[in-house]
């Protein structure tokens, strides 16, 4: 079992930056890769960023790669999503979920808001 809680979403404006984290526990936290996700209102949920159980690989949706930096603490056992340039249809309800087998993405957390201003 892992629980997953982000917090640090909140209410800027355009181009403004903002940091989510995402604490993690229950499973040995460095034995598992983790990803970001957001859902933006009458849309599916989509991938934003994802980091592997070491931190040495990264990957991006095209949206936000050169604007967000996915890094992992695994002193810590978190995770963070540093979010810069920050737009509009970056509105989104953003997840982070933790990836224990090889499969898919296993465990949830409830989600941050992060609303952007024009």
């Known amino acids: 079992q892992v629980q997953l809680v982000e917090s640090g979403g909140g209410l800027v404006q355009a181009g403004d930056s903002l940091r989510l984290s995402c604490a993690a526990s229950g499973r040995t936290f460095s034995t598992y890769a983790m990803g970001w996700f957001r859902q933006a209102p009458g849309k599916e949920r989509e991938f934003v960023s994802a980091i592997d159980w070491s931190g040495a690989i990264t990957d991006y949706s095209d949206s936000v790669k050169g604007r967000f930096t996915i890094s992992r603490d695994n002193t810590h056992d978190a995770v963070y999503l540093q979010m810069n340039s920050l737009k509009p249809e970056d509105t989104a309800v953003y997840y982070c979920?933790?990836?224990?087998?090889?499969?898919?993405?296993?465990?949830w957390g409830q989600g941050t808001q992060v609303t952007v201003s024009s």
């Open positions: 979920a933790a990836k224990t087998t090889m499969k898919q993405y296993d465990y």
